[in-house]
Nanobody
């Protein structure tokens, strides 16, 4: 069982920046891919960005050029740097980890609110 603890959410004005972090309870060397998902009220949860064990990244079209995902293997932590935030980025952001065994785990979520 992998536990994921997110932090860094909050309230920010449009155009501002926030950085989210997700720390895993075990070495992320055992994790194939880690990702950030978000769910806005009344909408389905969707992928924001992901990063594989070899550093390959993937982004939703809506955040390309504004968000950056990175990982620090020594700290078992994945980060999401969010710049040029827009009100439509408002959502609960969830960290997800998929192991090489295909087992998946979710964090508890952190709320991001972007005011106009």
């Amino acid at each position: 069982q992998v536990q994921l603890v997110e932090s860094g959410g909050g309230l920010v004005q449009s155009g501002g920046s926030l950085s989210l972090s997700c720390t895993a309870s075990e070495s992320i060397f055992s994790i194939y891919v880690m990702g950030w998902y978000r769910q806005a009220p009344g909408k389905q949860r969707g992928l924001v960005a992901s990063i594989t064990s070899d550093g390959s990244t993937n982004y939703a079209d809506s955040v390309k050029g504004r968000f950056a995902i990175s990982r620090d293997n020594a700290k078992n932590t994945v980060y999401l740097q969010m710049n040029s935030l827009k009100p439509e980025d408002t959502a609960v952001y969830y960290c997800h980890a998929e192991l090489f065994t295909s087992a998946g785990y979710w964090g508890q979520g952190t709320r991001v609110t972007v005011s106009s």
